[in-house]
Every structure is written in structure tokens, then in C-alpha cells.
């Protein structure tokens, strides 16, 4: 099953998405949460009578008339693990990790699968790292490697923007890692039932129509589950908590000369059984400034 969260007629829910049409879940199943975290959260039942109505209901919409959304739109948490391909790690010119190196995004970071990303006004050292990511769909502590499939809702295409610069202010790496609309997710959670074994999933990057990279998810130094593991060990995850796995060689910062993200470039991921996301690159907007 595909879970989206779209907007359509100036208001935003979740639905099923059935080749190129997406079933309403408000209208289908309106006793359902509307909203991609609280469905999770309310269990298996709730996921199995969303795809009993998907299949029943015979009013659908045309994928092409809705705006799709970051499935999950605001996280709880989304983490991230740095240097999780020998490919990235050789070309960082780093060793390799003996644990997951984790870092964490911003919730505020996410933005649709189709949204522009923004070149910040603070840096033109703007970068892609196409990853497949995971959704927790169960709260759950002290997970081992073994049951870690059992938490896990579904699977995401990701790409973790990166402001070279601004990511080595500090050894954690969040500020540049978290600047506004650096997080595209989508362009919807394919169920783990769905994908089956997600270690041999091929993903690779385009920028403007050039390949940029091109991996395969077997080749991940800490599979999904040995993260959820470890990452369990500390804390609790919570469903809709987003994590995103890592990206192989090919980043543009590692190019030589580096070849990084200007605006008018467009920046495609695609995680095999799952599906893509294109972004556009604008300069930030004068609008982003609050106070």
C-alpha cells in the first residue's frame, strides 16, 4: 500500500495511492485519523481497514490533480546517519564508522516531494545526498536487530540537502543539515509489506538530467534494522518519526572540482519499488524572513 498525504480542494489529508489515482481516506473511511502520524499510531487495525476502503471506494482522484505532500508533515523526530556507504566514506576521505554516526534534522526541514529547496542567503555551498529513509509506525524501546522489521510502517525516498559549510560549524553536524526545506520526503510511505526486503533496493541521483549517483541499498555499512537497533538502545521512537539511512558516493562537495547546487538546478532521487522525488533549486525567498 501507498499512504500520501495530499492537498485537494484547500485542504490537506491522507489517502491510498492506486497507480495514478489516490483514494481519499476521509471519504472512504472517515472514521479514520487524517493525518499520517495519528493513523499510524492507532495501529494495524486502522492500516488494514484504510486498505480495505481504498480497494471498496470507487470515487478516486487523479494523482495529477493533487499536490502531493511530505507524507509525514511535521516528524517527531527525523534522524539521520552520516557516512553509511565505503563509496561516501572513501571520497570524505574519513574511516570508516565503527557505530552509526547519527545527526539529527529539524522537523521544520521537511518539505513536499516536488517543493522547491531553497539556496540559502547565508551560503552557496548547497548539496544533495539521495537516501532511501524508513517511517516508524510503532512506538517501541530496545528493539533487536531481529524484530526491528516489526516497527517499521514504511519507506520513503529522501533527500538529505546539505549546507556544506554551515554543516562543520559544529561537530554535530544539525545547522547544516536543517536549514528550511532541506528535507524532501516522498512522494508516499510504501509499506513494508509492500517493499519486502529493503537491502537490495538500487538508488540513484540526477542533477539536471545527469546521473550523479548510483548505488544499491545491500551495499549500507549499518542496514535499517542494525540502525533501529542501535538507536533504541537510547531512546524511544514514536510512529511517524523519520529515519534516513545515508547517501553513497557521488555527492557533489566530493567532486573535484566540487560541483555544487546552484538555483535553476533540479535534483531527482529514486529508490527502486518506492519511486522519486524532483526538487527544484530557487534562491531563498525575501518571504522566509519573520519577525
Known sequence: ??????????????????????????????????????????G????????????????????????????????????????????????????????????????????????PVHLPRASQALDYEGELGFVIGKRCRHVPRGRAAEVVAGYVVVNDVSVRDWQFHTPTMTMGKSFDTHCPAGPWIVTADEVGDPHSLGLRTWVDGELRQESNTKELIFDCFAIIEYLTTAFTLEPGDLISTGTPGGVGIAMKPPRLLVAGNVVRVEVEGIGQIENPVIAEPDETVRV
Open 44 to 115: 494495524p487495525a486502522a492500516l488494514d481497514r484504510a486498505a480495505r476502503a481504498a480497494a471498496a471506494m470507487r470515487t478516486r482522484i487523479s494523482v495529477d490533480d493533487v499536490h502531493l505532500k511530505a507524507p509525514v508533515l511535521r516528524p517527531p523526530k527525523i534522524l539521520a546517519v552520516g557516512l553509511n556507504y565505503a563509496d561516501h566514506v572513501a571520497e570524505s576521505g574519513r574511516e570508516a564508522p565503527g557505530h552509526p554516526t547519527i545527526f539529527n534534522k529539524q522537523s521544520t526541514s521537511v518539505t513536499g516531494p516536488y517543493d
Open 1 to 42: 500500500m501507498k499512504l500520501a498525504t495530499f492537498t485537494h480542494s484547500g485542504s490537506t489529508r491522507i489517502g491510498v495511492v492506486e497507480g495514478d489515482e489516490v483514494v481519499d481516506l476521509a471519504a472512504a473511511a472517515p472514521e479514520l485519523p487524517r493525518e499520517m502520524t495519528a493513523l499510524f499510531a492507532a
